[in-house]
């Protein structure tokens, strides 16, 4: 069984042996974009290039990108520690080609990495192509179509409609169909009782997609018509943490050893044990993925704030701080304790973990130690309210009275 380090170097290790640059991940925090507050995708940092304002360094490049969803129509903050598969922070796997491979060579390669490389087994994988739309005068996407099939039976190539199946930039720009790969890690007795096909993009969490496949061939223009693009382009944007989930034969990315570690940790500082009770898992759950976040937008240059991207940081870091207050019984700051463990997990792709240590612990452990005073102040206040509205003969607490001090 392949570990989470292991996973993502061979990603790597595939793409430079088919001529990939292997390049670094950008920020997760954007500076200097007004689009943009974190990076929320792969393709982020090469947005220059495939709208040709700067000129193609490398024409093939790989890397594994840190990613950031938690504004814009990119929100999962809520379903995180709440389900298996959704986090703030996540890593995605990607390839890109600026004018050189497309489609043919995209598929080929994401094929022998899951199943001849990874040895996925083929029979739970489905893809999705563009079915077409009438409306823009797009056909089917029989050419992507025409190559899964060299590996895939006809019954486990799906269309998909265009929400699902065209990617597009924004409301003008660079865009084009795109290919997901699914996978089905559900028991055989299940699979044989309903047809994977069936569940493909309904949010099963056992049946999900890892690996999206984007060709680049269109520009949108302003007046909504479509142009072939001179130069296509590749990108591809794969989950590690789901590829893991497959991978370590688990139901849960958070049961793979991206998290566990950390996981760990949470329960020795905190005195529980995980898998024991459900508010406890859930709470345990959002701390490991929101600890990632924080740490990470610390050594990007963003520190927790009360304004735009700071706000956000410090938003995940209060929801952290307040399922450890109300559901692990932690009345002092603990998150900061936990950076060994993420460095452990992580230290050795992301060398700025390690670099930057001490200012990462200083700072978690002073929003924690603010925010637990705030908590504190506003539970006693809360209950003197209710103790004068009980000694009055009422039930109800006033807004007024529980908004103002």
Same mark, same amino acid.
């Given at each position: 069984? @392949? ?117 996925l ?6 893809t ?35 929400k ?8 003008? +720009?660079?865009? +084009? ?7 089905? @890690? ?22 999900i ?16 018509? @479509? ?6 382009v ?17 139901t ?15 329960a ?78 992580? +230290? ?32 006693? @206040? ?14 109800n ?8 001090r």
């Open positions: 069984m @392949l570990s989470a380090k292991q996973t993502r170097e061979s990603f790597k290790e595939f793409f430079a042996s088919k001529q990939h640059q292997i390049v670094p991940s950008a920020p997760m925090v954007i500076k200097g974009d007004p689009t943009l507050m974190f990076t929320n995708a792969g393709m982020n940092q090469f947005k220059d290039i495939i709208l040709g304002n700067v000129p193609i360094k490398y024409p093939r490049v790989a890397d594994s990108q840190k990613c950031l969803r938690v504004s814009g129509k990119h929100n999962d903050l809520e379903e995180v520690g709440h389900d298996t598969y959704h986090h703030t922070m996540f890593e995605m796997l990607g390839n890109w080609s600026f004018g050189d491979y497309f489609k043919k060579e995209a598929i080929e390669w994401a094929w022998e990495y899951l199943v001849d490389v990874l040895k087994n083929p029979e739970r994988l489905y999705t192509v563009f079915e077409g739309s009438e409306a823009e005068g797009l056909e089917r996407d029989n050419e992507a179509a025409g190559y899964w099939e060299k590996f895939l039976p006809a019954d486990h190539i799906l269309n998909g409609n265009k699902d199946n065209f990617w597009e930039m924004g409301d003008a +720009g660079p865009c +084009g169909p795109c290919s997901e790969i699914h996978i089905d @890690l559900r028991s055989a007795e299940e699979r044989a009782t309903v047809d994977g096909a069936t569940l493909i993009n309904k949010d099963h969490p056992q049946v997609e890892i690996w999206n496949l984007v060709f680049m061939q269109y520009n949108r223009k302003a007046d909504g018509s @479509l142009d072939p693009l001179p130069a296509k590749i990108d591809t944007g794969m989950g590690f943490e789901r590829l893991c989930m497959a991978l370590q034969g688990k849960s990315n958070y049961d793979t050893d991206v998290f566990q570690p950390i996981i760990q940790k949470i020795e500082l905190t005195g529980s044990r995980y898998g024991e009770n459900v508010q406890k898992d859930i709470a345990m759950r959002v701390i490991a993925d929101h600890i990632r976040t924080i740490s990470f937008s610390i050594t990007d240059g963003q520190l927790p704030s009360n304004a735009k991207a700071g706000y956000v940081i410090r938003r995940i870091l209060r929801r952290a701080v307040r399922y450890g207050y109300t559901f692990l019984d932690r009345r002092e700051a603990f998150m900061y304790k936990l950076l060994p463990a993420l460095i452990e997990t992580m +230290g050795d792709a992301y060398p700025e973990l390690i670099d930057q240590q001490v200012l990462i612990e200083k700072v978690i452990k002073e929003e924690e130690e603010s925010f637990l005073r705030t908590l504190e102040t506003g539970i006693r @206040l809360l209950d003197k309210k209710m103790e004068e509205a009980k000694a009055a003969g009422q039930n607490v006033r807004g007024v009275d529980a908004c103002t």
